[in-house]
């Protein structure tokens, strides 16, 4: 097996079992990740969104699978994460495409895939339904999203 599919193996292993510690050891520090919530991160914004996933994590599952790599740089990946959306406590399933940058043993640049609408169907319900696709919508739960960052990294800082 090829070193960063490895890699890959160990990230997501360790997501399964909420490990956020784990999972961050597999970034270098200036990784940079992306996705269509949480935006563009780098550094230890991007390893503190995934303590913040794991630690309010409720009734989580992580499947993953077709690790694929395209040359000794990069690699893709599928992943699904079934979880409670905690704001409404709606089930969510959600299916994502990794794309990964790999140099020095590390995953550098990290994005992941998928639909904000179909996303907020399952999150909001009949109004994620209704109102998922406008992109005032999506940039109200961006905001959300990048203001309970923030707040997660100041209590961080606290302790």
Not at 121 to 145: D, H, M, Y
């Amino acid at each position: 097996m090829n070193t960063n599919s490895q890699l890959i193996e160990k990230f997501y292993t360790a997501f399964q079992q909420l490990d956020a510690a784990a999972m961050n050891s597999c970034y270098s520090d200036d990784i940079v990740f992306f996705d269509p919530v949480f935006g563009l991160l780098r550094g230890e914004e991007a390893k503190s969104m995934w303590e913040m996933l794991c630690k309010n994590a409720k009734q989580f599952s992580l499947t993953y699978g077709n690790i694929v790599v395209l040359d000794e740089e990069y690699s893709t990946c599928d992943w699904m994460a079934k979880y409670i959306f905690s704001a409404t406590g709606k089930q969510v399933i959600n299916k994502i495409k990794a794309n990964m940058r790999f140099a020095d043993g590390k995953i550098i640049e990290h994005s992941d895939a998928f639909s904000v609408h179909k996303w907020s169907r399952q999150a909001f319900g009949l109004t994620g339904t209704i109102l998922g696709w406008n992109s005032f919508f999506q940039n109200k739960i961006k905001n959300k999203a990048k203001k309970n960052l923030v707040t997660f990294m100041e209590q961080k800082k606290l302790k």
